[in-house]
């Protein structure tokens, strides 16, 4: 598979409007090459540059086998809470330097996931179905 954004390149900077200077919301994300044996798709957006550790930004499941688009400022499945502490998108905004986020597309073996309530309940889970993965990298520094 192969993971693009219209907004910036793999390895670039990510813009501003969608990081907390900005509007917050998650820039459109395209994606091709599917294995055949797909059933749903789950995104996470993860900064491992964080001082605490892994930082998460979004976590969605559920997504149908037929997508091959994330809308800008959508929802495109179940979401989990992030390290914010909330359900949805929450942009780039390191408290200092340049920081790596990891946009990880997963191609599943399932058509749902079930419940899931953590951050840890969803990596398991998405490992254990995980047929594919696709990752775009986007920078950014307040």
């Known amino acids: 598979m192969i993971l693009r954004c219209n ?17 917050d919301i998650n ?5 091709d090459n599917v294995p055949a044996a797909t059933k749903s798709f789950a995104l996470s957006v993860k900064d491992p540059d964080a ?9 969605v499941y559920d997504i ?9 400022n959508s929802i495109p499945g179940k979401q989990v809470k992030n390290s ?5 998108y929450g942009g780039p905004c390191p408290p200092s330097g340049i920081h790596r986020y990891y946009f990880r597309l997963s191609a599943l073996d399932t058509e749902s996931l ?8 969803f990596d398991r889970k998405v490992q254990e179905h995980t047929i594919e993965e696709a990752e775009l990298m986007g920078k950014f520094e307040k």
Not at 84 to 88: I, L
């Open 64 to 72: 149908k086998k037929t997508a091959r688009k994330i809308e800008e």
């Open 51 to 59: 001082p605490r550790g892994t930082f998460v930004h979004w976590l």
């Open 114 to 121: 079930g419940a899931i309530h953590s951050m840890a309940d």
């Open 27 to 31: 820039p459109c994300l395209t994606w």
């Open 84 to 88: 914010f502490g909330k359900e949805g």
């Open 7 to 23: 907004a910036f390149a793999d390895n670039a900077y990510i813009p501003e409007k969608y990081s907390c200077k900005g509007k």
